[in-house]
């Protein structure tokens, strides 16, 4: 499963470079011109708190994966928490105008009444690197993950 996965996204991948590669677009002198959708347009790129940050604190995912209902491991993804410098650059150089980043709850919120200012200063950080690349930040603050805490008291069906 895992492979195929990793084949399908290498495909993708692929299929976009094609893209830039026969509109004009390079990667060293980067394009906000996109004809085929207009120049209103915004291209842009994501990421995913537990998808791509790595060192997943406890979420409702993470014991999802601790339970063995998937034969997928988790890892660190692909590391976001110690690249995202270089991700970001990417993207601009790729011509993004917009960098979604899916903030992580368990990481800002690791007990109901506790606040991790380091995982603050996290974003804080990403989202003024997205600024200096000159592209526009956009947050996600659910992408259907939240605290272990949360969890054990029901998730989001628990109405407090």
């Known amino acids: 499963m895992r492979t195929r996965t990793r084949w399908r996204g290498l495909a993708a991948l692929s299929a976009a470079v094609a893209v830039l590669m026969t509109s004009g677009v390079s990667a060293a002198q980067p394009s906000r011109e996109v004809p085929a959708f207009g120049a209103d347009f915004l291209w842009g790129v994501a990421s995913s708190g537990f998808q791509s940050e790595g060192y997943a604190p406890d979420s409702n995912w993470s014991r999802y994966i601790a339970s063995g209902a998937t034969a997928d491991p988790y890892r660190d993804s692909v590391d976001f928490a110690r690249r995202y410098i270089g991700d970001i650059e990417l993207a601009a150089r790729l011509g993004a105008r917009v960098y979604r980043v899916g903030i992580e709850w368990a990481r800002l919120q690791p007990a ?49």
């Open 112 to 160: 109901p009444h506790a606040w991790d200012e380091a995982a603050f200063g996290f974003y804080d950080n990403v989202i003024a690197r997205i600024l200096a690349a000159g592209m526009r930040p956009m947050l996600t603050l659910d992408h259907w993950v939240y605290p272990g805490w949360a969890s054990d008291r029901g998730g989001w069906r628990d109405p407090g």
